[in-house]
């Protein structure tokens, strides 16, 4: 029997329609109900009614973009960033700070109850500090326009490059840096194979990393040499090559300047130096706070093991083993672990630290085979999956979880509890203001 093609209904286009928004979703977008569906749409406050255009839908929700508004609620704040309609970054400068706060707490609430079952109360604790010039550390794309280079963010829902000369969240020296960063990259050879820029500003120098797809030249090599010392800068460069014995590919981070400047971090009584491709807290005053808030999560540690998963440059390993604990370290990023073991010798810490993946098997390594009187685990936004099902069965008195992904965190929260831990402290931490993210803190206790 023959079949022939039989071209699908197509779906009639939805126009534009009038909505009034409800509520903020955990993105930080108004959240209304029309035409049988709930809509997404940002820049839009609950309380205020807009026509919108439709972008994207599906059986029951779809997202769109504000056309026009018709009520504008009182609270809504004027822009201070010429670049809030290109610039992918602060997408929620029009709320006042209290407010965004307190729509992302209700947010992860109805995450939670929906994800995991678990009812929040209020929150124990809700920190934030200054919305503008908090960003210690930024990562630029690139590109080519008319043959100059130019670095910036990309942009609101496209891939677009918009580019920057200075951003109000940025360290007054990143903005400083920035415009000289650029000029120097468009005189090198290196700006055709240049990936991506990250900047640092630490408690010692600033720094610069140059992400490359082909080896550093030379002549751009000297130039970065002496841009770093007139600007008192560390500069180092990743670039692809080979294994000297296995002749596998690989990537080398090589440091270009010299040793008159340093990364460091003035943390927890220690100098924690470190390279510019490590990961840093970008918020230098709610990373304290958060630093605190753990601390007093775990009283009763002194003389007693504590292991810290996803621990970088040692963050919270430092903190606790200056408060007394026995800290086993781990995590995935070999730079790190080698920074932080280091560290913690020229400081006379007693901390151990452990390169391993988290997300594949590590169960029989070991550190992994201990028992600990408590952990801390603070993983990037895929979540700690494997290690929460881990801590579950190794069971540690006390888990104190850091997230910055409340999505991740309701799942491997839904893990412990089911494990027989009892949540008993959470609260937030507002390290990245003006943007829908939040920093998550959950204490959970082992029940008897």
Avoid at 62 to 79: D, H, N, W, Y
Avoid at 392 to 413: E, Q, T
């Amino acid at each position: 029997m023959a079949v022939f093609y039989q071209e699908k209904p197509r779906q009639s286009a939805v126009k534009p329609f009038i909505i009034k928004a409800d509520t903020l979703d955990l993105h930080g977008r108004g959240v209304g109900k029309a035409q049988g569906r709930t809509w997404f749409i940002p820049n839009l406050m609950p309380g205020e009614e807009a026509k919108v255009r439709p972008l994207n839908t599906k059986d029951h929700s779809g997202t769109a973009e504000v056309l026009k508004f018709i009520t504008v609620s009182q609270q809504r704040r004027e822009p201070d960033c010429p670049l809030l309609k290109q610039c992918g970054g602060c997408t929620l400068q029009h709320l006042p700070p209290a407010l965004a706060l307190d729509r992302k707490v209700a947010a992860i609430a109805r995450l939670f109850n929906k994800n995991c079952g678990l009812k929040l109360t209020a929150p124990d604790f809700i920190d934030s500090g200054a919305e503008l010039h908090y960003r210690r550390a930024c990562r630029l794309a690139v590109r080519i326009n008319h043959g100059r280079t130019e670095l910036g963010l990309r942009g609101r829902y496209s891939h677009d490059i918009v580019p920057l000369n200075s951003c109000a969240v940025l360290t007054a020296r990143l903005n400083a840096l920035l415009p000289q960063l650029a000029a120097l990259i468009n005189t090198l050879q290196l700006k055709k194979t240049l990936g991506h820029v990250e900047l640092i500003d630490s408690d010692g120098a600033a720094g610069v990393l140059l992400r490359l797809t082909a080896a550093l030249q030379a002549a751009d090599k000297a130039a970065l040499h002496s841009f770093g010392a007139q600007t008192g800068t560390v500069i180092s460069v990743v670039e692809p090559g080979k294994h000297p014995i296995t002749g596998a590919e690989m990537l080398t981070e090589i440091v270009v300047t010299d040793n008159s400047a340093q990364l460091y971090l003035d943390h927890a009584g220690c100098r924690l130096n470190f390279l510019p491709s490590a990961f840093v807290q970008v918020n230098k005053e709610i990373n304290a706070r958060l630093v605190e808030r753990v601390l007093q999560a775990l009283p009763h540690i002194q003389g007693r093991k504590v292991l810290d998963l996803f621990c970088g440059l040692g963050n919270f390993s430092f903190a606790l083993a200056a408060a007394g604990a026995e800290v086993v370290g781990v995590d995935i990023v070999k730079s790190m672990i080698s920074n932080a073991s280091a560290n913690a010798a020229a400081n006379g810490i007693k901390a151990s630290f452990v390169q391993a993946d988290l997300a594949q098997s590590f169960e029989q390594q070991s550190w992994a085979k201990q028992s600990y009187a408590a952990a801390v685990l603070d993983p990037g936004r895929q979540g700690a999956q494997r290690a929460a099902l881990f801590l579950g069965a190794l069971k540690p008195g006390i888990i104190v979880m850091i997230s910055c992904n409340p999505l991740a965190a309701a799942r491997d929260s839904a893990a412990l509890l089911h494990a027989g831990y009892q949540l008993t402290t959470w609260g937030v931490c507002d390290m990245f203001p003006r943007t829908a993210h939040i920093e998550l803190m959950l204490v959970f206790a082992l029940q008897e």
